[in-house]
């Protein structure tokens, strides 16, 4: 069974950084797809920023040039660097991973989320 285990998140001023981390129990070069979600408080979770095994990479609109996500197949471990951090980006931050297989739905698995706030 994978696990994911996400740390790094913590309290952290307006403009500040953060680096969160999500250590996987085997191999992420099996996972296809690797990915940050975020939820806050009332608000449904979204998609921050995904990373394929062919170094594909996507971010939301909001946090384009403030986030890199990257992926490092020899730790196991999947990043999410955070710099210039604002009040919005406060949430529980979940790591995401998926298979893809031939026929049927990917099998997907998540980690348990880290807080991250900023605010003054």
């Known amino acids: 069974q994978v696990q994911l285990v996400e740390s790094g998140g913590g309290l952290v001023q307006p403009g500040e950084s953060l680096r969160l981390s999500c250590a996987a129990s085997?191999?992420?070069?099996?996972?296809?797809?690797m990915a940050w979600y975020r939820q806050a408080p009332g608000k449904q979770r979204e998609l921050v920023a995904s990373?394929?095994?062919?170094?594909?990479?996507n971010y939301r609109d909001s946090v384009k040039g403030r986030f890199t996500i990257s992926r490092d197949n020899a730790k196991n471990t999947l990043y999410l660097q955070m710099n210039s951090l604002k009040p919005e980006d406060t949430a529980v931050y979940y790591c995401?991973?998926?298979?893809?297989?031939?026929?049927?739905?990917?099998?997907?698995?998540w980690g348990q989320g880290t807080q991250v706030t900023a605010s003054s």
């Open positions: 995401n991973a998926k298979i893809f297989r031939v026929e049927g739905p990917p099998l997907g698995y």
């Open positions: 085997g191999s992420i070069s099996s996972f296809d797809y």
């Open positions: 990373i394929t095994n062919a170094g594909n990479i």
